[in-house]
């Protein structure tokens, strides 16, 4: 018995320990980032949860070792470090801006870390229980409480493509309307494969092309009055829902 305590005792176990424990920690929460298909899982969230625990054991190190120095000047500097991995999983598509959420769960991942690299093992095995919790289940509670609704619609149109897409920002601004993203595809119109004939030729001007916009209104406005509209706009020839 006093020989398991003393191994429990030891520092290179305890050492080991805590790497084992940061891995499942923040692979608990890698892997729900996995889940999602988001930029940074299983291995992001691991590999930095590992480098917090051996931040703050070279700190202790140094301090036992040579006997001088502050333990917690290398861990402060690694929470403004971290934010450079975090930036890297932040990416704007179109009108939307993606991997705050992951960001933000590697800087939990990191404090978890730390905590851990510590030894304050119920705070760090808390705080991975109650990130996860919020990364899984917190939409069943935003859900309820958004007010707006998300919806993708397909706008066909003729004429410029600057000038449609001007168009339809303006439309959607006035009746405060977020476009969350929107993609641009070339549909021409079945007119463009019939023959025409040396008076009346098919300028590119004819030509039916299509913006699909994703779009997210307030719950209380109608989608079918939002579709009326833009369909009332020039050169908008056909407008759906997908």
């Keep these: 018995m006093e020989s398991l305590i003393q191994i429990f005792d030891n520092y290179y176990f305890q050492t080991i320990l805590k790497i084992v424990l940061i891995i499942i920690l923040s692979g608990i929460i890698g892997l729900e980032r996995d889940s999602w298909n988001k930029p940074a899982g299983f291995r992001t969230h691991a590999l930095v949860g590992i480098s917090s625990v051996l931040v703050v054991l070279c700190g202790e190190y140094f301090f036992k070792t040579f006997g001088a120095g502050d333990p917690t000047r290398i861990p402060a500097q690694l929470?403004?470090?971290?934010?450079?991995?975090?930036?890297?999983?932040?990416?704007?598509?179109?009108f939307n801006v993606k991997g705050l959420t992951t960001a933000a769960s590697l800087l939990a991942v990191t404090c978890i870390g730390l905590c851990i690299g510590a030894g304050f093992y119920f705070i760090g095995i808390t705080a991975t229980v109650i990130s996860y919790l919020v990364l899984s289940y917190s939409y069943l509670l935003t859900d309820r409480l958004d007010h707006f609704v998300n919806c993708e619609i397909s706008i066909s149109y003729k004429g410029s493509k600057e000038k449609a897409i001007k168009d339809l920002e303006l439309f959607f601004n006035s009746k405060n309307i977020l476009i969350k993203k929107l993609e641009l595809s070339n549909d021409n119109s079945s007119e463009s494969d019939v023959e025409s004939n040396s008076e009346d030729?098919?300028?590119?001007?004819?030509?039916?092309?299509?913006?699909?916009?994703?779009?997210?209104?307030?719950?209380?406005?109608?989608?079918?009055?939002?579709?009326?509209?833009?369909?009332s706009l020039d050169n908008i020839t056909k407008v759906e829902e997908i």
């Design 201 to 231: 030729t098919i300028t590119q001007s004819d030509e039916i092309r299509t913006i699909n916009f994703h779009i997210k209104y307030d719950h209380n406005v109608k989608l079918s009055s939002i579709i009326s509209s833009i369909a």
């Design 79 to 94: 929470l403004s470090g971290i934010g450079f991995i975090g930036a890297g999983t932040i990416l704007r598509d179109g």
